[in-house]
């Protein structure tokens, strides 16, 4: 799989998209970011030149429309925008990640019948995984769809669903048989357009990730076609769901790392502009040790990225080094962020300047996706499983 895409994404081809990316980001994302972001206003305007550069098809097969791009390439984009604004990335995203599952786990029907409309953007989605009282512990979640002839109905409510308010669909992952033990073995997964009982409910008021669309979702008698089941069987939602986490925590540490790298360029160059006791504040030690210390974990994130990527597109089980990735490429941009609030002074408390943007974004990236807490978890529970004695 990934030797094929790897020949039609040689290193020119890789040159002139990451350049064009380039482009986007300094023209288009770059002036409307801080206006954008304190407005908490949906940036229409990057939706549609999101299309024109395929983004919204970057990892869907060529086969089905899309660019086809290895993790390696797409890591890349996603760090360079994040190292501007992070929360266009959320766009694409959580839209891919469906797209991704729906590549993975769906029919061919459904394969055909979704995948070149997403890739176009013509349609776009979202990850309905978390509910009020389920996150981590996804096999507590309470949405239920029951069979009713030729479609299913669903009753529920989740939360915290990026892409939902202007998305036309979202993947949701719900119990088809409540009572069932282990859990897990009672969930399924529905490709589900909006439609009448799909009730976006609120959108949720957030400290950062500005401007994108997170909403509570409440499900009222909501049909659903049965062909929209995810794979046409009952019972393989928590396994489709977590067979997505690799992909999805490699995304992750890149937002993180590009907000690492975004902190560090706008830290370096206050750093030269500020003056104090005669001098650039880059020229004393308390300030350099923090550069330094940025500058060495921005570099250490992209290549565990990149080899979290690697593996992935080799088609190797990386499991543990997406966590690694993604917990060390996160942290960095929350580590990162915070020491520019620092160097800026009291500057950063200013809405006036960029680096208060990244510490509000920062936090999330240690949050979604899998928290740091568990990523660490599942580090240790596969270095043990891999190095049994
Ligand atoms: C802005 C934003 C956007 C989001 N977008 C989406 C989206 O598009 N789709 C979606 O489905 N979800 C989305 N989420 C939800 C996100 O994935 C969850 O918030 C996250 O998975 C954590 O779940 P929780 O909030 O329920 O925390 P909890 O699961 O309640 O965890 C609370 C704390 O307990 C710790 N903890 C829990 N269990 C364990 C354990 N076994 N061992 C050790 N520590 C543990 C956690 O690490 C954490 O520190 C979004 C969240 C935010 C804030």
Redesign the pocket.
């Known amino acids: 799989m990934s030797s094929k895409m790897d020949v039609m994404w040689g290193p020119e081809e890789e040159q002139a998209l990451l350049d064009s990316i380039d482009h986007w980001v300094e023209k288009s994302v770059a002036p409307i970011a801080r206006e954008y972001d304190l407005a908490d206003k949906y940036p229409d305007v990057l939706v549609e030149e999101m299309k024109e550069l395929g983004l919204f098809g970057a990892t869907i097969s060529t086969e089905y429309g899309g660019l086809g791009l290895p993790a390696r390439i797409y890591a890349k984009i996603v760090i360079k925008v994040s190292s501007v604004w992070m929360a266009p990335t959320g766009i694409f995203n959580?839209h891919l990640i469906m797209a991704s599952a729906i590549e993975r786990c769906g029919t061919e029907e459904q394969k055909r019948k979704y995948l070149p409309r997403m890739a176009s953007g013509e349609l776009r989605g979202?990850?309905?995984?978390?509910e009020p009282n389920?996150?981590?512990?996804l096999q507590a979640i309470r949405t239920v769809a029951r069979r009713e002839g030729d479609h299913y109905v669903i009753n529920g409510a989740?939360t915290?669903?990026?892409?939902s308010m202007h998305g036309d669909m979202a993947l949701l992952l719900v119990k088809t048989d409540p009572a069932a033990q282990p859990r897990h073995k009672g969930m399924s997964m529905f490709i589900a357009e909006k439609g009448d009982g799909f009730i976006v409910a609120k959108k949720m008021k957030?400290m950062g990730?500005r401007a994108i669309d997170?909403c509570e979702l409440v499900f009222e008698d909501y049909k659903v076609p049965a062909e929209n089941l995810l794979g046409g069987v009952e019972g393989r939602g928590f396994h489709n769901a977590v067979g997505g986490l690799e992909l999805g925590r490699i995304n992750v540490a890149a937002r993180g790392a590009g907000i690492a790298e975004g902190a560090l360029r706008l830290s370096v160059r206050y750093a030269q502009e500020r003056r104090t006791f005669g001098k650039p504040i880059c020229e004393h030690q308390a300030i350099q040790l923090k550069l330094g210390e940025m500058a060495a974990r921005v570099e250490a994130s992209k290549l565990l990225i990149e080899s979290a990527a690697n593996a992935y597109d080799r088609g190797e089980r990386c499991d543990m080094e997406a966590g690694m990735a993604k917990y060390m490429a996160t942290e960095a941009g929350a580590f990162c962020a915070e020491q520019g609030m620092r160097i800026f002074g009291g500057y950063s408390y200013s809405v006036e300047y960029e680096i208060e943007r990244f510490y509000r974004d920062a936090m999330?990236m240690c949050?979604?996706?899998?928290?740091n807490?568990?990523q660490r978890?599942i580090i240790a529970k596969q270095l043990v499983a891999r190095h049994k004695i």
């Open positions: 959580s979202a990850l309905g995984l978390t389920a996150g981590t512990d989740k915290w669903i990026t892409n957030k990730y997170t999330l949050i979604g996706e899998g928290t807490e568990m978890i």
